[in-house]
Structures are given as structure tokens and as C-alpha cells.
């Protein structure tokens, strides 16, 4: 997490330190990523960048969460439309992500962290539906909104293992996408043929 010096930056500075620190974690996975090259591209001393963020590590996650929080309100927008139907929600998100424009915020980023995927990585795309982060704004929102009544299961607890096994697809569908550099239309296929083996259920 950002140190509070790095909220308390003037906006203009704080988003020029953002793009330097997304355009280098574009460029290489974050083991290869290079302070020197954000300081520079962001224009501060190389002391300053330790007075925003523990290490490189800290700024990485930091800024791979915002924007994985700005495809969760995408999420929320879809769970709406669709009634509370969490296939239709999750179908829609995967779709929307397939068709962000490589010109758009984080699309590199992403992209990149998804090549370079680790268990930390998927941490954060997972960790909204954690039963273990009950507490978080997000899944508050999101929990009350998904139609348990079409789901086949019996608690809580059943519910939320659900929820993991359909993120842990999502995310595992988005990886394939770029690490076999599948076409959209291929990896939307399969995504869809999944999401309705999951929604049907495995077991005659």
C-alpha cells in the first residue's frame, strides 16, 4: 500500500508517477522492472519514489489493484443488467475485457501481467470473492446484488466456494488468451462453452 505521502501528491504529479510506473510494469514483468526508469519518466529523484511506496513491489500491486477495481465496477453494471445472474455478468465482463483497446488506461499492464502471471498476480484478480476479505467495500456491494436464488446451493459457505471456482476460470480463460495469443472470438468461445458446462452442471 502507498505511503500517505503518495495520496497527499498533487493530482498532475501523482497520475505523471502512475503512467511512468504502468509504462515500465508494461514493458517487463516486475522482477525485470526498473526504478531508475520510472524516476526518470516520472521526472523525481529516486529518493522521492521511496517516500511513495515501500519498493517496487508496493507501486506494482498498488496500481494492479486500481485497475482491476475499475473492471469490478464494470462487473457491478453487468450483475445489474442481467438480474443478478452471475454466468451473464461474468460472460459480459470477459467479453468487455477482450475488447479494451490497446490505447486504453492499463490495458498494457494488464496484458502483461497476465504473461507474466504468478500467485500473487492471480491473488489480486481473485481476492474479491475471498470469503477471508468478508469486509471489503467490493464484495459487500457486489454479494447483494448476484441472484443466489438460481444458484444450487444450500449456505454461505457453498456460495462462496462457487464464486471461487467461476473467478478462478475467468482468470484462468483471460490468462490463455494472451499466453496462447488466441484470437478474441476463440477465447470468448471457450470461455462461454465453460461458463455453461458450470452453469449446467458436470454430473447427469
Same mark, same amino acid.
Request: proline share 2%.
Given at each position: 500500500?502507498?505511503?500517505? +505521502?503518495?495520496?497527499?501528491l498533487?493530482?498532475?504529479?501523482?497520475?505523471?508517477?502512475?503512467?511512468?510506473?504502468?509504462?515500465?510494469?508494461s514493458?517487463?514483468?516486475?522482477?525485470?522492472?526498473?526504478?531508475?526508469?520510472?524516476? !526518470?519518466?516520472?521526472?523525481?529523484?529516486?529518493?522521492?519514489?521511496?517516500?511513495?511506496?515501500?519498493?517496487?513491489?508496493?507501486?506494482y500491486?498498488f496500481?494492479?489493484e486500481?485497475?482491476?477495481?475499475?473492471?469490478?465496477?464494470?462487473?457491478?453494471?453487468?450483475?445489474?443488467?442481467?438480474? #443478478?445472474d452471475?454466468? =451473464?455478468?461474468?460472460?459480459?465482463?470477459?467479453?468487455?475485457?477482450? =475488447?479494451? !483497446?490497446? +490505447?486504453?488506461? #492499463?490495458y498494457?499492464?494488464?496484458k502483461?501481467?497476465?504473461?507474466?502471471?504468478?500467485?500473487?498476480? =492471480?491473488d %489480486?484478480?481473485?481476492?474479491?470473492?475471498?470469503?477471508?476479505?468478508?469486509?471489503?467495500? !467490493?464484495?459487500?456491494?457486489?454479494?447483494?446484488?448476484?441472484?443466489?436464488?438460481?444458484l444450487?446451493i444450500? #449456505?454461505?459457505? =457453498?456460495?462462496?466456494?462457487?464464486?471461487?471456482?467461476? +473467478?478462478s476460470v +475467468?482468470?484462468?480463460?483471460? %490468462?490463455? !488468451?494472451?499466453?496462447?495469443?488466441m484470437?478474441?472470438?476463440e477465447?470468448?468461445?471457450?470461455?462461454?462453452?465453460?461458463?455453461?458446462?458450470?452453469?449446467k452442471?458436470?454430473?447427469?
Amino acid at each position: 500500500m502507498p505511503k500517505l +505521502t503518495f495520496f497527499n501528491l498533487p493530482e498532475i504529479k501523482r497520475n505523471k508517477l502512475i503512467k511512468a510506473a504502468e509504462a515500465e510494469f508494461s514493458r517487463v514483468p516486475l522482477s525485470q522492472a526498473s526504478i531508475s526508469n520510472i524516476v !526518470k519518466a516520472a521526472e523525481i529523484p529516486r529518493g522521492s519514489f521511496y517516500q511513495y511506496f515501500e519498493n517496487k513491489e508496493d507501486a506494482y500491486y498498488f496500481l494492479l489493484e486500481e485497475q482491476w477495481n475499475k473492471r469490478q465496477d464494470k462487473f457491478i453494471a453487468s450483475l445489474n443488467k442481467y438480474n #443478478g445472474d452471475i454466468f =451473464e455478468a461474468f460472460k459480459e465482463l470477459f467479453q468487455l475485457m477482450l =475488447e479494451e !483497446k490497446k +490505447t486504453e488506461d #492499463g490495458y498494457n499492464f494488464l496484458k502483461n501481467a497476465l504473461l507474466n502471471v504468478t500467485h500473487e498476480i =492471480e491473488d %489480486v484478480f481473485t481476492r474479491i470473492f475471498d470469503e477471508k476479505q468478508i469486509d471489503s467495500n !467490493k464484495l459487500k456491494e457486489i454479494t447483494p446484488l448476484i441472484n443466489k436464488d438460481c444458484l444450487n446451493i444450500s #449456505g454461505e459457505e =457453498e456460495f462462496y466456494h462457487i464464486i471461487q471456482i467461476i +473467478t478462478s476460470v +475467468t482468470f484462468r480463460n483471460l %490468462v490463455e !488468451k494472451y499466453t496462447r495469443n488466441m484470437s478474441k472470438e476463440e477465447a470468448l468461445e471457450n470461455f462461454v462453452i465453460e461458463m455453461n458446462l458450470l452453469k449446467k452442471g458436470l454430473y447427469k
